[in-house]
């Protein structure tokens, strides 16, 4: 058996270029069956190119994709991948229900109506027309469409946008229960929080390439700051700062919060000299701390590199 047909998606040296413009610069990826995978990065950072490129939309300027050891367009093909985009246009002058039995004609071996609109909760607005839905729902009619076929991949472009927090945590339930069977799952999604409860693993791109890439634990624990928080009582900030390994202190919300490099050196110190300090916390960094650490491009050494070899 080929080693790559046992991958849901492999990409090997991955490049495209729009005019002067790098979108993906030398993406190695690959991503297993059964895993649920965040993908993340600013605006740029070539999440929209690489997935247009998975479905075969997009044809690379170089390198390889696959996808369950297919070539893209004939794994879509095959029913293999659902996609839902954020901006998928939907039919006009027709009802939801309209929608799902034209597009259910058109799959070989779709799941039961009845699943489909189960799972994506569409029972209290199936006489809708589409123009008619607010952006939750129309987003819960684009997740329908994309599960229709019964696919082994599903890729979600900011799938929970204009859901409410009701509806955002019962499309992941929803979610989580369609994949248990193994299914593998790739979402962009601006919503951090969502990239940390839900993924088994995320993949951080900035300006084309891959700069970060484990569990979720393990990306946060690539920022190697702490926060020391304590309350603010007659401490002198300034004194603070100056303490072992602080990186920046500064007073919010009637507490004093310190940044350090290396909380037990900076704990210490804050316990020899400030015998008043009370309510310490230390906590470490978070998935938005490392985001904004990692595609930061002037203090990446990665992209550094980069830019100096060019």
Known sequence: MDPAAALAVRLEGLH?????VQAVDGID??????EIVAVLGPNGAGKST????????TVPDSGQVQVFGRPPRDAVQHGLV???LQAGALLHDATVRDVLRLMYGLHA????MAEVIQRADLGGFLKMRTEKLSGGQAQRLRYALAIMADPQ???LDEPTVGMDVEIRRAFWASMRTFVAGGRTVLFATHYLEEADSEADRIVVLAHGRVIGDGTPTMIKNQVATKLITLADRDVELAELTMLPAVLTGERSNGRIQLHTSDSDATLRALI??????????VTSASLEDAFLALTDQTNHPILQNSKEQR
């Not at 690489?50 to 939309?57: A, H, L, P, R, Y």
């Open 50 to 57: 690489t997935t247009e490129m998975i479905t075969g939309i």
């Open 109 to 112: 071996h779709p799941l039961p």
């Open 153 to 155: 991949l599903l890729i």
């Open 272 to 281: 020899a000299t400030q015998p008043g300090a009370a309510e310490i916390e």
């Open 82 to 84: 659902g996609v839902m």
């Open 29 to 34: 990826l690959t991503i297993a069956p059964g």
């Open 16 to 20: 495209k270029s729009y005019g002067a």
